[in-house]
């Protein structure tokens, strides 16, 4: 069975770019979340999408928006990016919604902000 | 809003030795996770505790829920080199948000 798989792994782009995350979970996973990875903040919530609609939302300016697919698949935008965007971005999926079953992690896409 | 608090941020054990990491928190959570993450990967699920006092094992790895639900600890028993990485807490309530600590990064001295 493959794992969460997210593309692309790096990124680099330039402030006041837009960008565009992309994850698959894992096939049967209806439940898609993202969190933002820093090393001073840590592993901060952003959003979580189950059957194509949003569930919960963390708290992040409205640059950051998502969206999820028929198939599952999800995907994750940032506008206007700033240098504090630089992040580790993951992907976790979950059979179903809600923390109690917990969440399977992708590599993550590494984004940096020039 | 809800914290988990993980410390001390490092911990250096020497191969074979057991080591024992807290996770506590204001809030209560119905669910804890304890994660482990290498370098360059998203972080792993090491075992799940669903029930205030459960205790559950998976390997050398035992973590248990607290009786309050304000906390859980993770003791890895007999450590090897392998052990290296960075050991999260995660706290879920009733939405599906998980609240993660910041992490206890392990090294182990063979």
């Known amino acids: 069975k493959a794992g969460v798989t997210q593309t692309p792994r790096y990124l680099i782009k330039t402030r006041g770019q837009q960008v565009t995350l992309s994850c698959s979970p894992i096939s049967g996973h209806r439940s898609v979340s993202w969190y933002q990875q820093t090393p001073g903040q840590g592993l901060q919530f952003l959003f979580e999408y189950f059957s194509e609609t949003q569930r919960n939302k963390g708290n992040f300016p409205g640059r950051f928006s998502g969206r999820q697919f028929s198939n599952s698949r999800s995907e994750m935008n940032v506008s206007t990016l700033e240098l504090g965007d630089s992040a580790l971005y993951l992907c976790?999926?979950?059979?179903?919604?809600?923390?109690?079953?917990?969440?399977?992690f992708g590599s993550g896409t590494r984004l940096t902000v020039v | 809003g809800q914290q988990l608090n993980q410390s001390p941020q490092s911990m250096f054990i020497q191969e074979g030795e057991d080591v024992s990491m807290n996770c506590t928190s204001s809030s209560i959570f119905n669910t804890w996770l304890w994660y482990k993450q290498d370098p360059g990967e998203g972080p792993v699920l090491l075992i799940a505790l669903y029930k205030a006092g459960e205790l559950t094992s998976n390997g050398r790895l035992t973590a248990q829920f607290g009786i309050t639900r304000k906390d859980s600890f993770l003791n890895i028993s007999a450590s090897i080199p392998s052990d290296v990485g960075i050991y999260f807490c995660a706290g879920g309530g009733a939405n599906s948000k998980l609240t993660f600590g910041k992490g206890i990064t392990l090294s182990v001295r063979p």
């Open positions: 976790a999926s979950s059979a179903t919604t809600g923390a109690r079953y917990g969440y399977t």
